[in-house]
């Protein structure tokens, strides 16, 4: 990781938020943030922005774990079209079973390969490509971990249209079969 947060440009909350997100919707097995709050003077690293980055560390942690992910593997393929120039993706998924997608609004800073996020007012629309049945989606704000928007789906397989709700860097959405 980049050392928080002086390597950091921009939001380096944001940006150290989406290098956690991720890396581990991607697929990753562990993630060790190099946070340079956490110093002899202040051990607890108990400041503001610090704060926020640890509640996103555990809003990840949250996502990951509401998954049975040890069946899951990097799998973008189910998100069929959507992503535009600018918009990065991650996934991971059990085919049929459950999803998890990632998408970030960055530019990649290609000397140190660490993502500048391009905060603004987004929403989106995706397609996903998924297998007959009946599914349960919820849209996840990575930074507080709550659920932004909900819905039960009857899937006949094949493409669906799903709309982001409106966000500023990152949303992640979460799909799951229910039946």
């Given amino acids: 990781?980049?050392?928080?947060?002086?390597?950091?440009?921009?939001?380096?909350?944001?940006?150290?938020?989406?290098?956690?997100?991720?890396?581990?919707?991607?697929?990753?097995?562990?993630?060790?943030?190099?946070?340079?709050?956490?110093?002899?003077?202040?051990?607890?690293?108990?400041?503001?922005?610090?704060?926020?980055?640890?509640?996103?560390?555990?809003?990840l942690k949250d996502f990951i774990h509401s998954f049975d992910f040890i069946k899951m593997h990097p799998d973008e393929s189910f998100l069929a079209a959507g992503l535009l120039k600018g918009v990065y993706c991650r996934g991971i998924s059990q085919s049929g079973q459950q999803y998890a997608l990632y998408h970030h609004h960055s530019t990649l800073e290609p000397r140190n390969h660490f993502y500048i996020t391009t905060p603004g007012t987004y929403l989106e629309t995706l397609t996903v490509d998924l297998p007959a049945g009946i599914y349960s989606a919820e849209w996840i704000d990575p930074a507080s971990g709550s659920v932004r928007g909900r819905s039960k789906m009857t899937h006949q397989g094949g493409y669906r249209t799903m709309t982001t709700p409106e966000h500023a860097v990152d949303i992640a959405l979460r799909i799951k079969r229910s039946g």
């Avoid at 697929?27 to 926020?52: I, K, V, W, Y």
């Fill in 1 to 59: 990781t980049a050392y928080y947060p002086p390597c950091y440009k921009g939001d380096a909350i944001a940006a150290s938020r989406v290098e956690a997100w991720e890396f581990m919707v991607g697929g990753g097995a562990s993630f060790n943030h190099l946070n340079g709050r956490f110093t002899a003077e202040d051990p607890t690293g108990g400041t503001p922005d610090n704060a926020q980055v640890l509640s996103a560390l555990r809003s």
